[in-house]
């Protein structure tokens, strides 16, 4: 797709978010895009071929598990994620000092691009390098976005968010709640515990 020919929606994000992260980056620290496995947007090269670090969010832990730690359970078959999995991972809730525009990749916004749920969102780590050129093309059309927001794949009552690294610096975001591992010694989070109940996700050990 040609970013001269995309009009993104923009809406705007005043509320607080939730991550799930690795304890190796901060509440607000971005990933440069060189660290971890590829994601659905991410990582990806602004025009002049550089990475645009991001930030993965959701405005609940649910929805932040679900675009996580829970991202490649199977909806059918086994569905188990090991305490091993956890153990490196913490959540924070962070906001933005000032309001966010974010590229709307739900509803309407998904209209006026011209594209699918389906073929965006909805898609398995095969369509991966699709979705970041994706990203790529819109982060160019709308020089004025702080990121991106859908509804979250796995849990549709929550949102998705990507922030870019580029436009959003650390220093307007603030932390709310600190880090606080998924699991802590010899123990899992109730609120993990919980939310992986509720999807029928075993955690087991080791």
């Known amino acids: 797709m040609s970013s001269e020919r995309l009009l993104p929606l ?3 994000w005043t509320r607080p978010i939730v991550r799930v992260h690795h304890s190796r980056f901060g509440a607000t620290e971005f990933n440069p895009g060189t660290a971890g496995s590829g994601g659905r947007f991410h990582p990806f090269e602004d025009r002049k071929g550089k990475l ?16 996580t730690i829970f991202h490649n359970v199977p909806l059918r078959g086994p569905r188990r994620v090991s305490r091993s999995a956890l153990m490196p991972l913490q959540a924070s809730t962070i906001r933005a000092t000032r ?33 970041r050129a994706w990203a790529a093309a819109l982060y160019a059309a709308a020089p004025g976005a702080d ?18 690294g580029t436009r959003v610096a650390r220093t307007d975001l603030e932390i709310i709640a600190p ?3 998924l699991a802590p010694e010899n123990a899992i989070d109730q609120d993990v515990m919980a939310a992986a109940q509720a999807a029928r996700i075993t955690i087991s050990l080791p």
């Open 179 to 181: 880090p606080r591992p």
């Open 52 to 67: 645009v670090p991001t930030l993965y969010a959701s405005n609940s832990l649910d929805g932040a598990l679900s675009e």
């Open 99 to 131: 309001p966010l525009h974010l590229i709307q990749l739900r509803g309407f916004g998904l209209d006026r691009l011209g594209v699918s749920r389906r073929e965006l969102i909805d898609t398995d780590p095969e369509q991966y390098e699709k979705t």
């Open 147 to 164: 990121g991106m927001l859908w509804v979250a794949r796995l849990h549709d009552v929550a949102a998705a968010i990507v922030l870019f």
């Open 10 to 12: 923009i809406e705007e």
